[in-house]
């Protein structure tokens, strides 16, 4: 479509060259990628250098690399004896999945390279969330870049951590990206029936829900009864079926504001002893589309809530820190 900024997709050694573009070794200009935001999800445009195919990512803070579906990956590298084997850790136990080689992405014209693309077999059985796309756009982005989010205008821009100046009267909230490479936040729900949680929560815009809470954090309020079965990720991990459940929430505190909620969706605990670092739960756009812009600033440890109006409300308190 005229006038779509695309993001391109090669593979260094599989694909034999790069198409014509600038350097990203040059100093980096700011630039912005329209996206749809649909059924909770932020659907990118992407295209791949040796076609003119256009192609969807899903941007996923909560994916620890690079991912491209099966399919794309046997096409951008056919050479399956080059593919690294590894394990990724989820809700059924541990999904394989391979490492493919250098990745170049192609963002506006410039060229950045990352060291590789992840892949996982069956894609649209084990991620059904990703069903009809073509691969995640996780962790590599949002630490090269500072990721602004426009939830209105639908753009992403993208813009390099070094030039970056927040002035504005946003909610700051302080950040830490773990081993995991996951980003986390502390978090304060209050319940309507008086009950409290705090705790570090997952920043998840790969993930169609509010706020989920892991059963097994202490005392929680009854749900509403609508138990359901939910296809789809658990705790930052691919391939789970979990079991959630409603429970009516007044608000959520993040850093010094109030910001009403109507409920919380509680699943049943995952299974961590796979290495990733204990969370309480998880953040997922339905919360994070209520405010007009989200700014995920790595370098500076920060997520940064821009409001639509005036909905939340500030308190006397002291910034979170880790």
């Keep these: 479509m005229a006038g779509i900024a695309f993001l391109a997709l090669l593979m260094a050694g599989c694909e034999t060259k790069s198409p014509p573009g600038k350097d990203a070794g040059a100093a980096r200009p700011e630039r912005e990628i329209p996206f749809q935001f649909a059924q909770g999800h932020i659907f990118v445009p992407a295209g791949l250098a040796s076609d003119a195919r256009g ?20 096409r951008l590298c056919p050479d399956t004896r080059r593919w690294e084997r590894f394990e990724l850790g989820g809700a059924r136990g541990m999904v394989e999945g391979y490492r493919i080689g250098r990745v170049s992405l192609n963002l506006g014209g410039w060229h950045e390279a990352f060291r590789s693309a992840l892949t996982i077999p069956d894609w649209e059985t084990v991620a059904p969330h990703h069903w009809g796309t073509d691969g995640t756009l996780g962790y590599d982005l949002f630490q090269r870049w500072v990721a602004r989010l426009d939830f209105k205008a639908l753009t992403m821009k993208l813009i390099p951590p070094g030039s970056f100046n927040y002035s504005g009267g946003g909610i700051v909230v302080p950040l830490r990206v773990g081993e995991d490479r996951l980003p986390r936040i502390r978090l304060e ?50 391939g789970a079926v ?3 459940r409603e429970a009516p929430l007044v608000s959520v505190i993040l850093g010094s504001a109030v910001w009403p909620f109507p409920a919380v969706t509680l699943m049943a605990a995952s ?48 910034d979170n820190e880790f």
């Design 55 to 74: 192609r969807t990512f899903i941007l996923d803070s909560g994916a620890a690399g690079i991912l491209v579906s099966d399919t794309l990956a046997r």
């Design 271 to 318: 299974d961590q002893r796979d290495g990733r670092e204990p969370l309480t739960g998880v953040v997922g756009t339905k919360l994070l589309a209520q405010f007009r812009t989200v700014i995920f600033d790595y370098r500076r440890k920060r997520l940064i809530l821009e409001p639509d109006s005036m909905a939340a409300s500030r308190r006397d308190s002291q």
């Design 189 to 238: 729900l209050n319940f309507k029936d008086g009950t409290h949680l705090e705790g570090e929560f997952m920043v998840d815009t790969g993930i169609d829900e509010g706020v989920l809470v892991t059963q097994g954090q202490g005392a929680l309020p009854q749900s509403r009864g609508n138990e359901r079965a939910t296809p789809g990720r658990s705790m930052a991990t691919i």
């Design 242 to 244: 979990v079991e959630e």
